[in-house]
Each structure stands twice: as structure tokens, then as C-alpha cells.
């Protein structure tokens, strides 16, 4: 019984990783090209997101 829950913990904790460390490095990239930090922003969450979705769905597939 106790190890559903664990992994349960365990896929929560990478997907907060994922959405944190993609974001970080999108966000990075996307300044460097000299465009406006709210275009950035969105940028960075739009992929970072849609990669966690992806990791999400492949994980109940």
C-alpha cells in the first residue's frame, strides 16, 4: 500500500523539477536573443508546461 504513495510522491517531485529547471533555461535562452522579458516569460511557461503535461500523459499511458 505504501508504495503507490511513494511513487506517487516521487512523480510529483519530477514534474516540479521539470516545470522549474525547462523554465529556468527557456527563460535564459529567450532573454539572450534580446526580446522582452513578459514574451520570455511566456515563452518559458507555455514550454515548460506543455513538457510536464507530456511527461504526465506518457506516465499514464
Not at 11 to 27: D, E, K, T
Not at 28 to 53: C, D, E, I, Q, R
Request: proline share 3%.
Amino acid at each position: 500500500m505504501e508504495q503507490p504513495l511513494f511513487l506517487l510522491v516521487l512523480q510529483f517531485i519530477a514534474f516540479i523539477l521539470i516545470i522549474c529547471i525547462l523554465y529556468g533555461i527557456l527563460y535564459n535562452t529567450v532573454l539572450k536573443l534580446n526580446m522582452p522579458k513578459w514574451t520570455a516569460h511566456m515563452v518559458a511557461t507555455v514550454f515548460s508546461l506543455g513538457s510536464a503535461y507530456q511527461a504526465f500523459v506518457n506516465f499514464l499511458v
